[in-house]
Each structure stands twice: as structure tokens, then as C-alpha cells.
């Protein structure tokens, strides 16, 4: 069943002086079944970053349309997108995007505060992911005092906490030393083996194999996709980089 359905969705945007033209997303039709685990890679100005705005809801397409678990993404007024976002999206991102003055634990719970809900369920939810995520041990400590890789658990756990229809990964290893990178990969994927769909967006080759499949964006659209099968990691990593110097030496067709 599909979680998410992007149909022949267009984003043009006008310059503020001089009135010109720039079309971002030409024409992206895909699905993501749930929990499946979908990658998306392309170029700088391949239109990834309008892609993800327009699924988060931050941003509206020109033409076309967005439908998560059944509801049209386009149709949400404006007042409701907030609430909207909060129940259906978790979010992570490459700069984490936490709060200094708040504690770890504060900062996971933050979407349940908005949220209204009642200290004792924000407690009950936190402790099986925390644990899950290795965290257990700094969830009183501060941002500023724990390392990279656990400033982006910890925005994993916030992701997480709301118990989101989909994941939306925003360059999430980017700003991550290897070893905390490796650690978030395995994260990825356990908790997409536990059922949880994750779309990423990533400029990493070693990200994006660890997916079960990547779409590759070009001129606004989507170009070609691979799939995982029965490959290795070591396997997809080899794919990626041949399909991403194909397209880059334009020796690849659009599928």
C-alpha cells in the first residue's frame, strides 16, 4: 500500500525583480509504499531540496499533487498545516536543528508539548525510543555537551517520539564524522525494519546505499530509479556511483 503519492507535481517559481521565470520540478511522479525505505540523489539545482519542501508541507506545487496515507497534501488550509505536519512528518535533519537552552530530553519532547500531550505519555513513549537509540545516559545534558552523532539521535528520538506516518531525512549524515555516520545508517535501518518508512534525501553515496531503492533526480524530474534486490550495501554503493557518473556524462536515457 502506498504511504505517499507524488503525481506530475510542477514548482515554478517567479524571481521577485524582473519577473522571470525558474522552473524547479518539471514534472516528479513516484510512490513509497509503506515502510519501504526510498533515497533520492541528484545533482545541485536538480530540484531535491524543492522536492522535500513540497512533501514537508512547507511549500506548494505549481501543479500536481501530494497524498499522504490518502489525504491531499494540497488541500490542507493553511491553519491546519502546522498540526498537520507535527502528526504525519518527523523530520531530521543535517544540522540537527536543536535547541541550546533546551536539554536533550526537552528537545524530543517538543513536538509532544505542541501537541498537547500529557507529561506521563511524553515519559512513557521516550523511554523505549532513548534506549533504543543509545541515549538513555544523556538525556539531561545539553546540545552543546554531547558529540555530533548523539546530537543526531537525539534528533532521530524527536523524529521518532510523534510516531510519524513518514521520515523525512534532509542530508542527515552530512554534518557526521564516519563513525557517527555508520552508526546512523544502522539506526536507519533498524528502525525501518521495524516498519517505519523513511524518505531521504542525501548527496552521500554510502547513505543511499543503505536504502532499498534511490531515485535520481535531473532537470526537475525524476531520471532514473535503482532497486535494491538482493544486493549487498557494497553492491548498491557500486551502482549508485555508476548510474551517478552516467547521468553526470549524460551517457543514460531518462526512464
Known sequence: ???LEVNSVKKIYTT??????VQALSNVSFSVEEGEYVAIMGESGSGKTTLLNILAA???PTNGEVVLDGKSINNI???????FRRDNLGFVFQDFNLLDT???KDNIFLPLVLARKEYGEMKERLHPIAKKLGISDILEKYPYEVSGGQKQRAAVARALITKPKLILADEPT???DSRATDGLLKLFKEINKEGQTILMVTHSTKAASHASRVLF?????????LYRGKNSNEEMYQKISDT???IATGGMKNE
Do not use: C, P, Y
Request: hydrophobic letters at 40%; glycine letters at 10%; zero cysteines.
Open 77 to 83: 488550509k493553511e491553519k491546519e498545516i502546522s498540526a
Open 102 to 104: 533546551f536539554s536533550i
Open 217 to 225: 533526480i535531473k532537470d526537475g524530474e525524476v531520471f532514473h530509479q
Open 244 to 246: 551517478l557518473t552516467l
Open 58 to 60: 512547507l511549500d506548494k
Open 1 to 3: 500500500m502506498s504511504i
Open 16 to 21: 521577485r525583480f524582473g519577473g522571470n521565470q
Open 174 to 176: 552530512g554534518a557526521l
